[in-house]
């Protein structure tokens, strides 16, 4: 079941791109606009001097992270659209971390590991209702987004409200929190989401417990049959699945916003579904993936400036990729539903 790395694994994803930029390209003209001034001010505005370049690894980071979270649970079989929600969670505790530590030493490990943490109990309550009441994880996972997104705004306008009153949002983190900058607005989250794949991937492919994760989204019931306790497997998937969603939350308000206030996620959850898609589910591939999307998300702001054409043009080539890649894996998908990857059964944990 192990995969090496296979160059006719990324013809789907280029040719996904490229027809997504294609279309978005045809899309601009049809507008009146000029698709290639459009795209170079996007591509400028993403890598054109070192401030862009930082811009974009920075964005990308949290992507990156949570498409690894995606990436875990799909190849698990589990369709964890909650990666928002764990995010949130992980932002909100570590916040809370952060706060109650003050300038104490261990205020980031604290901050992290609680943002870990919640991550993980947020993503383990949805694979607990789908295994002990066959609650549908798509449901569930979408609706403890709203939770989560109502318990920041509960928490920045009560708990975490910064002392003078005046925003809903939290106080600024106390500078032991805050994760080391490398320069250039550059911060050390971004080192952890490189060391992160390669993690994954040895998780995924050198471990046991990755292959009861592969073998539990291949075939849960052929897995139950050969002993492998695949509702483990899944319960499992989720928690790390969760913990790295959760990470991100920790380290997008300790390495960047240094505080927390609604709409904190902005919808980047849901971004790292595309990038896992993209990706398909590799961790080496959702690097990319993730500078993919976080190019657009860097580059859509010099686009509107430059060539006057709207930042939400880059959410147009976002859901083009997507409809491209789901078009292009459609078959795939019918063959692994087909033999019951996509619909794991009741297990007890």
Known sequence: MTRGPDPRRLAAPAAAAGAALLVSGLV??????????ALGALVEGAFGD???????????????????????AFRSGVWNIGADGQLLVGALAATAAAQAAGDRTLALPAALACGIVAGALWAGLAAALKLRRQVNEVI???????????????????????????????????????????GSGLHGGVLLALAAAP???FLLHRTTLGFRWRAAGENFLAARLAGLAPGRATM????????LAGLAGGIEVAGVTHRLFEQFSGGQGYTAIAVAL?????????????????????????????AGVSAVFASIVQATVILALLAAEAPRFTRRRGGGGAAPHAEAV
């Open 50 to 72: 070192r401030f862009a370049l930082v811009d974009t690894l920075v964005k990308s980071c949290p992507l990156a992270l949570m498409g690894l979270a995606v990436a875990i």
């Open 278 to 306: 993209l990706a398909r589910l590799h961790p080496g591939g959702v690097i990319v993936s993730a500078l993919f999307f976080a190019a657009l998300a860097a580059g859509s702001g010099a686009m509107q400036r430059s």
């Open 140 to 182: 569930s996972t979408i609706m403890l987004n709203f939770v989560a997104a109502r318990l920041v705004g509960f928490a920045v306008h009560g708990p975490l409200m910064e002392a003078a009153g005046r925003y809903p949002q939290s106080d600024p983190l106390p500078a032991a929190a805050e994760l080391p900058a490398l």
């Open 28 to 37: 601009l003209a049809a507008a009146g606009a000029d698709p290639l001034a």
């Open 199 to 201: 993690l994954v991937w």
């Open 236 to 243: 499992s998937a989720m928690l790390v699945s969760g913990g």
